[in-house]
């Protein structure tokens, strides 16, 4: 089945760049999204269509695209983006995929 | 501002059939260009596409529980609602339903989200 790769955890000092990024075949063709879940709380769209920035969500919040991989930045990181960050695409045939996930930790 | 509130029992017994249901306010379930999902989160893991729906009853399935889901929705009560059978300790998670925006065949994300209801299965 298809899988969405991305790194367990990233560590970043407040006021530095996180960088996530998420892996799979599929991504040359799919457009990527990306969520940030909080403990005991569901998961808010943060990037969609690998780079677009919904209402509401921060600046600091970026995304890009790069052949099989898309990464999602976090500019000057602050305490309250500690969080479980999940990419999102669909497979080659239209199924929809979760990342593995990455739990970012602000030191 | 559209809001989505699943409901339904926090337990289920083995083998049998779990039943939610989503409430969506603030706007149409039959608004076009969106189709309506459920996602699901085992307690400490990752999320999981169940399946999504749209307002006409056009569904579309995860091929990995296709055999033991149904989705279906109720416009005149602005509701849908997922039944999974068989049900076993595996599907012990928590079941999140979301707008589901489709506007192409490569374009398609959740937002927003319910707050999400746990379902327990034990006997």
């Known amino acids: 089945s298809y899988e969405l790769t991305q790194p367990p955890s990233v560590s970043v000092s407040p006021g530095q760049t996180a960088r996530i990024t998420c892996s799979g075949d599929?991504?040359?063709?799919?457009?990527a999204y990306w969520y940030q879940q909080k403990p005991g709380q569901a998961p808010v769209l943060v990037i969609y269509?690998?780079?677009e920035r919904p209402s509401g969500i921060p600046e600091r919040f970026s995304g890009s695209s790069s052949g099989t991989a898309v990464t999602l930045t976090i500019s000057g990181v602050q305490a309250e983006d500690e969080a479980d960050y999940y990419c999102q695409s669909a497979d080659s045939s239209g199924d929809y995929v979760f990342g593995t996930g990455t739990k970012v930790t602000v030191l | 501002q559209l809001q989505l509130q699943e409901s339904g029992p926090g337990l289920v017994k083995p083998s049998e059939t779990l039943s939610l249901t989503c409430t969506v306010s603030?706007?149409?379930?039959?608004?076009?260009?969106?189709?309506w999902g459920w996602i699901r989160q085992p307690p400490g893991k990752g999320l999981e596409w169940i399946g999504s729906?749209?307002?006409?009853?056009?569904?579309y399935y995860n091929p990995s529980l296709k055999s033991r889901v149904t989705i279906s929705v109720d416009t005149s009560k602005n509701q849908f609602s997922l039944k999974l059978s068989s049900v076993t300790a595996a599907d012990t998670a928590v079941y999140y339903c979301?707008?589901?925006?489709?506007?192409?065949?490569?374009?398609?994300?959740?937002?927003?989200w319910g707050q999400g209801t746990l379902v327990t299965v034990s006997s």
């Open positions: 729906i749209y307002y006409s009853g056009s569904t």
């Open positions: 269509k690998d780079s």
């Open positions: 599929a991504l040359p063709k799919q457009y």
């Open positions: 979301a707008r589901h925006i489709r506007y192409n065949w490569n374009e398609n994300w959740f937002d927003p």
């Open positions: 603030g706007g149409s379930i039959s608004s076009s260009s969106y189709y």
